[in-house]
């Protein structure tokens, strides 16, 4: 059974930056997508990023900002986060895609 543990979410100002990471347990890296998704209060939950085999996307909203990355070694996937605004105040997961069951996700909030 796949696991996914997200850390590194807070409080930061409009125009800062975060790194989120997320624990993957169970080799799975090198067989699936995988994403980081967020979901704001009174939304649904979007994709924002993916990653496959080095090749990368990213939702129109966060490219040039955001970049996704992932540590085979390590079995986990970030998430760096630069230039932030108050839209991007979410909680953020990480999954496959499409995805499976759903981790506790990490908070971002930006504000000032």
């Known amino acids: 059974q796949v696991q996914f543990v997200e850390s590194g979410g807070g409080l930061v100002q409009p125009g800062g930056s975060l790194r989120l990471s997320c624990i993957v347990s169970?080799?799975?890296?090198?067989?699936?997508?995988m994403g980081w998704y967020r979901q704001a209060p009174g939304n649904q939950r979007e994709l924002v990023a993916t990653?496959?085999?080095?090749?990368?996307s990213y939702a129109d909203s966060v490219k040039g900002r955001f970049t996704i990355s992932t540590s085979n070694a390590e079995n986990t996937v970030y998430l760096q986060m630069n230039s932030l605004k108050p839209e991007d105040t979410a909680v953020y997961y990480c999954?496959?895609?499409?995805?499976?069951?759903w981790g506790q996700g990490t908070q971002v909030t930006v504000s000032s």
């Open positions: 999954n496959t895609q499409p995805p499976r069951q």
């Open positions: 169970g080799s799975i890296f090198n067989n699936y997508r």
């Open positions: 990653i496959n085999s080095g090749h990368t």
